[in-house]
Structures are given as structure tokens and as C-alpha cells.
């Protein structure tokens, strides 16, 4: 690979948390790279080539626009995609929204920049509320994605829906199956899956043919007088079977495997009765999975791998971020040197 310098391209090599057969990527999301947040965009892709990431997703075109010119977005976009780096861009929300019209005008105009920037790989977000109007926000987000099937179609692009925290997996994908299949795909969100009591390694397997991209991290879930409490961690050192669920991706055909260092927090209200009602989508088994997560977690606090969920409210320095990601990259590049070195026959043929 070569990385970006401020002068341009440079030739020498860089340091990759890849296999030495090069057949996946290792990518990074953000919107700018850890310790860098006063910086431009060019510091942080810089960054991230010199990390060794080999795909970037930056978070929000929109924001982008905003902080950057078009001519400077134009020119760090440029040298990103000549260093061979993968690139998908964030559109922003696909809704609902109280302006549905002037939401979907703005995304295309998004989507047709990032096209004319040269991308071809986006994703998408939703914000929706699960009460009684949730049917008819499915039908306004459905709206906003046919709105720009057309305009990705003629350039080849392609958009993932993510699973974002507010929708249930069946949903995405009941959204996705009704539009272009050449077009549109589901961005795994590993971590929101549990939000909406899901068990993330069972809706990978479920939906492995429909994954267009990844957005990863590990988790731990803390039992609380509600059901449980999110709490993000570097992979490798949650509770999820990364191993199991890389396997999952590499045999549908992912090779690109992204990591999102972020800090939400969020209940899954499983001990509260009323909580079900918006949950038609629930899942006993699942329940039962998420049930073993949370008495893992206990077994981290008691083993003191992990403090108790009071040290979990404050949020960590920017090297402490940068050191996670970088925990992440360095575990997720072993995991697929051995999954992609035990499914080398399948990749030769």
C-alpha cells in the first residue's frame, strides 16, 4: 500500500494489520481519526494509511461538506483512492423525518457528490421511534431509499442500510428485499443488534448473503433492574465470539471488515413487560444468548478483567480511543489470518 503525505503520494510501505496474502481489509470509521479531532481531513486519512487500515469510512458527506470545501474534499478523496484505499461514505439519515421531501432532495444531492468525488460504496442510517406510528416511519424510510435507487444504479454504486440501533434486523432486511438488489445491501452493525434483543452472531448467519458492509465492535451487557446496559469494548475483549462470527462473514464473501470506535449507550429493557410490544421480531433463543452475555460480563467484573458498570460513565481520552482501535485492528487482523489461512482452498477456487 502507499499513504497519503501532504505533498502527495508516497511510495514507501506501510505497516497493515492484514495477512501476508492480502486477500481482506482492515478498515477504520470516523469521522476523524483518534487525536485528531481539531484537525482536517487529510491529517486524519493520513493517519489512518499510516495505522495500516486499507479501507476508510468516513461518517457524514454532509458533515464533511460542511467543514471542507469541495475542492479540498475533491483533493484528499483523490489521493486516498490513488493510494488504493477503499472508501465508503456516510449519506447521513434515510429517515423518518418531519420534512420527508427536502430529507430525500438533500440525500441525493449527497449521493450524486459522492458519486462525482468518486465513491461508489455508501451507507445509510435510520432514526425511527418504535411506538404506534412505526409502520408508517418504515414506509416514509422505504420512500427515501427508492428515491435513490435510479440515481446509485447509473454509476454503479451501491448503499447498505445499517442496523442501526432503532430497527430490528428483520426490518432492515424486509426494507432491503424490496428494493434493487444491484443497489441496495445490509451494513452489519454488529453491536446495535442488541439493543433490539438480538443476538449478533444469529443475525449474521441469518442475513450473511445480504451483508454489504461491516461496522464492528465487541460489547459487554451489564444486568440492570430494566433488562441490560450496552457498554462498548475493543475486539477481543468483550463477550462476543468474534472468532465464530468473522467465519460467518469471511464464507458469505465479506474481505472487508471495518471497525466503528464510538461510545454509545443503550438499554435493552428486556425485564420490562411493556418493552415487548414494540418487539414482535423477539426471539426466546436470542433472549437466552443476550442472557449469556450479560453472566459473562459478570464473570469479567469478578475476575477483574473489567470494572463494575459504575467506572463505565465516563468517557475516555483520545489516545485511550486510539489505543482501543488499534487493540481492535491488531485482534481482528489475527482472527482472519487464521480464517482466511483454514478457507484458502474455498478462495483458490
Same mark, same amino acid.
Given at each position: 500500500?502507499?499513504?497519503?503525505?501532504?505533498?502527495?503520494?508516497?511510495?514507501?510501505?506501510?505497516?497493515?494489520?492484514?495477512?501476508?496474502?492480502?486477500?481482506?481489509?482492515?478498515?477504520?470509521? &470516523?469521522?476523524?481519526?483518534?487525536?485528531?479531532?481539531?484537525?482536517?481531513?487529510?491529517?486524519?486519512?493520513?493517519?489512518?494509511?499510516?495505522?495500516? &487500515?486499507?479501507?476508510?469510512?468516513?461518517?457524514?458527506?454532509?458533515?464533511?461538506?460542511?467543514?471542507?470545501?469541495?475542492?479540498?474534499?475533491?483533493?484528499?478523496?483523490?489521493?486516498?483512492?490513488?493510494?488504493?484505499?477503499?472508501?465508503?461514505?456516510g449519506l447521513g439519515s434515510a429517515g423518518p423525518a418531519d420534512?420527508?421531501?427536502?430529507?430525500?432532495?438533500?440525500?441525493?444531492?449527497?449521493?450524486?457528490?459522492?458519486?462525482?468525488?468518486?465513491?461508489?460504496?455508501?451507507?445509510?442510517?435510520?432514526?425511527?421511534?418504535?411506538?404506534?406510528?412505526?409502520?408508517?416511519?418504515?414506509?416514509?424510510?422505504?420512500?427515501?431509499?427508492?428515491?435513490?435507487?435510479? @440515481?446509485?444504479?447509473?454509476?454503479?454504486?451501491? @448503499?447498505?442500510?445499517?442496523?442501526?440501533?432503532?430497527?430490528?434486523?428483520?426490518?432492515?432486511?424486509?426494507?432491503?428485499?424490496?428494493?434493487?438488489?444491484?443497489?441496495f445491501s445490509i451494513g452489519l452493525d454488529v453491536a446495535n443488534?442488541?439493543?433490539?434483543?438480538?443476538?449478533?452472531?444469529?443475525?449474521?448467519?441469518? *442475513?450473511?448473503?445480504?451483508?454489504?458492509?461491516?461496522?464492528?465492535?465487541?460489547?459487554?451487557?451489564?444486568? @440492570?433492574?430494566?433488562?441490560?446496559?450496552?457498554?462498548?469494548?475493543?475486539?477481543?475483549?468483550?463477550?462476543?465470539?468474534?472468532?465464530?462470527?468473522?467465519?460467518?462473514?469471511?464464507?458469505?464473501?465479506?474481505?472487508?471488515?471495518?471497525?466503528?470506535?464510538?461510545?454509545?449507550? &443503550?438499554?435493552?429493557?428486556?425485564?420490562?413487560?411493556?418493552?415487548?410490544?414494540?418487539?414482535?421480531? @423477539?426471539?426466546?433463543?436470542?433472549?437466552?444468548a443476550l442472557a449469556g452475555y450479560s453472566w459473562k460480563t459478570?464473570?469479567?467484573?469478578?475476575?477483574?478483567?473489567?470494572?463494575?458498570?459504575?467506572?463505565?460513565?465516563?468517557?475516555?481520552?483520545?489516545?485511550?480511543?486510539?489505543?482501543?482501535?488499534?487493540?481492535?485492528?491488531?485482534? *481482528?487482523?489475527?482472527?482472519?489470518?487464521?480464517?482466511?489461512?483454514?478457507?484458502?482452498?474455498?478462495?483458490?477456487?
Open positions: 500500500m502507499t499513504q497519503i503525505t501532504h505533498g502527495g503520494i508516497d511510495s514507501s510501505p506501510v505497516p497493515e494489520p492484514t495477512s501476508k496474502a492480502q486477500n481482506f481489509r482492515i478498515g477504520a470509521q &470516523f469521522t476523524r481519526f483518534p487525536t485528531l479531532a481539531n484537525e482536517g481531513l487529510l491529517e486524519s486519512l493520513q493517519a489512518a494509511l499510516h495505522a495500516g &487500515f486499507s479501507a476508510i469510512t468516513l461518517n457524514s458527506l454532509p458533515l464533511e461538506t460542511q467543514n471542507s470545501s469541495e475542492q479540498q474534499l475533491r483533493e484528499a478523496i483523490d489521493q486516498l483512492l490513488e493510494a488504493d484505499v477503499e472508501l465508503t461514505l420534512a420527508p421531501l427536502a430529507l430525500r432532495t438533500e440525500t441525493a444531492k449527497m449521493l450524486e457528490l459522492g458519486i462525482d468525488l468518486g465513491c461508489r460504496d455508501f451507507f445509510l442510517y435510520t432514526r425511527s421511534v418504535r411506538d404506534a406510528s412505526h409502520q408508517q416511519q418504515l414506509r416514509q424510510i422505504l420512500h427515501s431509499l427508492q428515491s435513490l435507487a435510479s @440515481i446509485a444504479a447509473q454509476s454503479g454504486a451501491r @448503499i447498505n442500510l445499517k442496523t442501526h440501533e432503532d430497527l430490528a434486523s428483520n426490518e432492515v432486511a424486509a426494507l432491503v428485499e424490496q428494493l434493487d438488489p444491484a443497489v443488534l442488541v439493543v433490539r434483543g438480538e443476538d449478533p452472531l444469529a443475525v449474521a448467519e441469518k *442475513l450473511s448473503n445480504r451483508i454489504g458492509s461491516t461496522h464492528l465492535e465487541d460489547l459487554v451487557l451489564f444486568p @440492570i433492574s430494566s433488562g441490560y446496559r450496552r457498554r462498548l469494548r475493543p475486539i477481543g475483549e468483550g463477550v462476543l465470539d468474534y472468532h465464530r462470527l468473522i467465519t460467518v462473514l469471511w464464507e458469505a464473501g465479506v474481505r472487508t471488515f471495518t471497525l466503528e470506535q464510538h461510545q454509545g449507550r &443503550f438499554d435493552t429493557e428486556v425485564s420490562n413487560p411493556s418493552w415487548f410490544a414494540s418487539e414482535p421480531h @423477539i426471539d426466546p433463543v436470542q433472549l437466552g459478570s464473570q469479567l467484573v469478578r475476575s477483574g478483567s473489567i470494572a463494575d458498570l459504575a467506572h463505565w460513565d465516563e468517557n475516555p481520552s483520545a489516545e485511550t480511543k486510539l489505543s482501543q482501535l488499534q487493540s481492535s485492528a491488531a485482534q *481482528l487482523a489475527k482472527i482472519l489470518d487464521d480464517v482466511s489461512t483454514r478457507n484458502g482452498s474455498l478462495e483458490e477456487s
